[in-house]
Each structure stands twice: as structure tokens, then as C-alpha cells.
């Protein structure tokens, strides 16, 4: 089309407040350096390198040639819902039924569809800060109140409850958590998890609990809140496929609440997507139910990695990094630098050829910071590490 054009463009006004990830426009800016012939080490971006495990492909091509290439019903197929009803009954130690679990393509829409249900304009919500950047940007979008709560780093980037507590008033309807943390790689301790619920209290305020990184930790133990008692019908629990199975471009994650919200959240569903891809689902079965090896390699290879590039990064002038307990991410404190979190990000890319985030980008409270991800092989992360140093030293 041709840009000059008589109709100027009308947006919503609601448009100018929706947010972005910064991830896909560092993505697209290290590309455009890489088509003028410069290489780039790519850590911007937050998504598993391996491939999706040889048996769940499998499952989704006999999906696919055993004819599931139809509209599938609006919360997702009854043997998946099953399925995740007794993963998740499992893993956090409650009783789930299949009403309570709603299939959505990614972790992403149970994020926009609870707070589609349930934040009206002027509710507050509490969301980490730093934290994913869809949190604050939808609150922002529905014209619902983000009330951030700081992650500390000398708490290991948890938060104080008392802060939580301080926030709380009779307009929150809603308290994200995440744990494990995109962008820290911070954890939520069992005991962190019996204090944010005991600020909550018998309070009617929704929890919206993602633990999209949940068996993605190095220490510890995974913590939901959806297993105190008297959390369940407070809670929508978001995981999915992305990260545990390496499932990113299959676009397949769930929302796990009481059914009368899941009925709701179904709704939402058949006025956007009308449902999940149903062959996706299918290997989601399987990624489910069939051999889990794969998820303890990635675990464990994602660890030896933090362990390398962690303590490299504490060797870089100016850099300070804590070790992070769980997803597969380093966030270094960079306050010494003496540079922005936005500055310094955007200098390593175009003169050490490495990709990574500003910490600013996760909201206010990240800056000073920086996050890498280190799903990149060894190899990459070490010579990343190379790159970044040698360009301190000189510049620094
Ligand atoms: C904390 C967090 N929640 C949700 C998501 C969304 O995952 P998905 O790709 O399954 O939509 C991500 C992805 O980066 C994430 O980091």
C-alpha cells in the first residue's frame, strides 16, 4: 500500500497503552546488523534452543495424518484437560477436575484472559516489578491500576511482604506471582508462599500464579500457592508447554481454576481463537503423559550453564550477578558501570555482538540491571563472555 494516503489512521484510544516485549525488537534489531555481516551472539531472547522432544513431534505428525485438523471444543480436548488435570493434581498436592482447566495456545492468553475477567477499569492489580512485561502492559491496556511490588535483589529477588501487605487495598482484585522469575530467575520460597498468603488472608482477591518456569528450578523445590489451603478457588494457576517440553512455536499452555471462572475464560476463548490447534494438543498429551527424559536433560544442561556464565559474568568490571534458582535467565546488577541498563544493552549489541535485554525493559524497578538468557550452547556463552569483558576493559 501506498504510505501517503487521505484516511489517517484511527486508533482506539485504548492502543496508545498497550506495552510491547522488548525481546522481538532487540530480536529484530541484532538481525538487521547480522544481514550487514556482523555476528551476533543471540541471549535476548527467552526460549528453550533444544529442539521439541523426538517423541511429541511424533505424536503431532500421527495427529495430524489421523485427521485432528478440526475446531476442537473451545476449552480444549477432554483428554488433555484430563491429562493436565492429574499433572497438576500431582505436582502441587490438590485435587484438580478436568472443568477446571482450560487449553489455550500459550501461557500468554490465560494472562490476558483472566485479567480480561477480571479487572474493570480503576481495579488494582499487584504485579512483580521487574517482572514480564505483558503484566503491566495489559493492566495498562484495560485501564485497570498496575500497582507494582519491587523484587529485592538482596532478597534474592523476592519480595518483602510486608510491602505486599502495605499494597493491598479494597480495589485489588488481582495479585500476579511468578516463580520461578522471568527476568531474576528468582524463586518463591514455601515459606515465602505461606506469608503472601497469609497478607491476603480471607480477603476475596484473586491470585493469578504463573508457574510457566515451574520445572525449570536448580534449588529448591517448585511452590504454588494453589496448594494452601483455601487458595484453590482464589487461584488461576498458568503453565504450559513453551518451556518445560521446548514447545514455543506449538503455541499450547493452560489456565487451571474454579469452573465457574473456567467457563468464563472459555468464552473468551470462542470470541478469539474459538480453540487450541487440536493435533498441537494431542503432543501436548503426550509431552504429558509420555517419557519424561528430556525435560531432566534440558534442567540440568540450562544449570550447567547458569553455573558458567553466572560466575563469569561476576568477573566483568562492573557487573555483580546473583545466582539465579530457577527459569533460564542471569539478571547481573550493571550499577557500577556507571551506564544505563538501556544504554549498556544497546553498546554490547552493536560493539561486542551481544544480544541481550535492559533490565528497564521489565519495568522500573530493572534498571540497573541486565538479563541474558542462556539457552545458547556453552560454546556461545563462554565467547559471549569473552566479548563482553574485553569490551569493559576497554571501555570501562
Ligand atoms: C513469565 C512468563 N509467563 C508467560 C510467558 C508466555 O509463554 P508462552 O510463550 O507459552 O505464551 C512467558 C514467556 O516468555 C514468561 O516468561
Not at 134 to 154: C, D, T
Not at 177 to 201: R, Y
Not at 268 to 292: H, K, P, R, Y
Request: glycine share 8%; charged share 25%.
Amino acid at each position: 500500500m501506498d504510505n501517503a494516503t487521505q484516511y489517517q489512521l484511527r486508533l482506539a484510544e485504548r492502543m496508545s497503552r498497550l506495552g510491547t516485549e522488548t525481546a522481538f525488537e532487540v530480536l529484530n534489531k541484532a538481525r538487521a546488523l547480522e544481514r550487514q555481516g556482523k555476528k551476533i551472539i543471540h541471549l535476548e531472547i527467552g526460549e528453550p534452543d533444544f529442539d521439541t522432544p523426538a517423541n511429541v513431534v511424533e505424536a503431532g505428525i500421527a495427529a495430524l495424518r489421523k485427521g485432528w485438523t478440526h475446531y476442537g471444543p473451545s476449552a480444549g480436548l477432554p483428554e488433555l484437560r484430563q491429562a493436565i488435570a492429574e499433572d497438576v493434581g500431582r505436582s502441587r498436592g490438590v485435587k484438580v477436575s478436568s472443568d477446571e482447566v482450560v487449553v489455550v495456545p500459550g501461557g500468554k492468553p490465560i494472562i490476558f484472559f483472566t485479567l480480561l475477567a477480571l479487572a474493570d477499569v480503576g481495579d488494582e492489580v499487584i504485579y512483580p516489578n521487574p517482572g514480564f512485561p505483558i503484566y503491566e502492559s495489559m493492566i495498562h491496556y484495560l485501564g485497570a491500576k498496575a500497582v507494582p511490588i519491587r523484587l529485592r535483589e538482596e532478597r534474592d529477588f523476592s519480595f518483602d511482604v510486608n510491602e505486599l501487605a502495605s499494597l493491598i487495598t479494597d480495589r485489588t482484585r488481582l495479585i500476579i506471582l511468578n516463580s520461578p522469575q522471568n527476568p531474576t530467575g528468582g524463586v518463591l520460597s514455601k515459606q515465602d508462599i505461606h506469608d503472601i498468603a497469609e497478607a491476603i488472608g480471607d480477603r476475596n482477591i484473586m491470585v493469578l500464579s504463573d508457574e510457566i518456569y515451574s520445572r525449570l528450578i536448580f534449588d529448591g523445590e517448585h511452590h504454588s500457592i494453589l496448594s494452601v489451603p483455601g487458595f484453590q478457588e482464589r487461584t488461576i494457576l498458568l503453565d504450559g508447554f513453551s518451556k518445560t517440553y521446548a514447545m514455543t512455536g506449538w503455541r499450547l499452555g493452560y489456565g487451571v481454576m474454579r469452573p465457574d471462572l473456567a467457563s468464563h475464560i472459555s468464552r473468551l476463548m470462542t470470541n478469539s481463537n474459538s480453540c487450541t490447534a487440536s493435533f498441537t494438543q494431542i503432543a501436548g498429551v503426550e509431552a504429558i503423559s509420555g517419557d519424561q527424559t528430556s525435560v531432566e536433560h534440558m534442567r540440568l544442561e540450562f544449570q550447567r550453564r547458569r553455573d558458567a556464565f553466572v560466575s563469569g559474568l561476576n568477573r566483568v568490571k562492573g557487573f555483580s550477578c546473583r545466582m539465579p534458582k530457577g527459569a533460564f535467565y542471569a539478571f547481573p546488577n550493571i550499577k557500577k558501570t556507571g551506564w544505563t541498563s538501556k544504554r549498556l544493552a544497546e553498546t554490547l549489541l552493536e560493539q561486542a555482538g551481544v544480544a541481550c535485554l535492559s533490565g528497564a525493559s521489565f519495568g522500573d524497578f530493572g534498571e540497573g540491571y541486565l538479563r541474558f538468557s542462556v539457552a545458547n550452547s556453552l560454546e556461545n556463552l563462554n565467547q559471549a563472555l569473552l566479548q563482553i569483558d574485553e569490551w569493559t576493559r576497554k571501555n570501562l
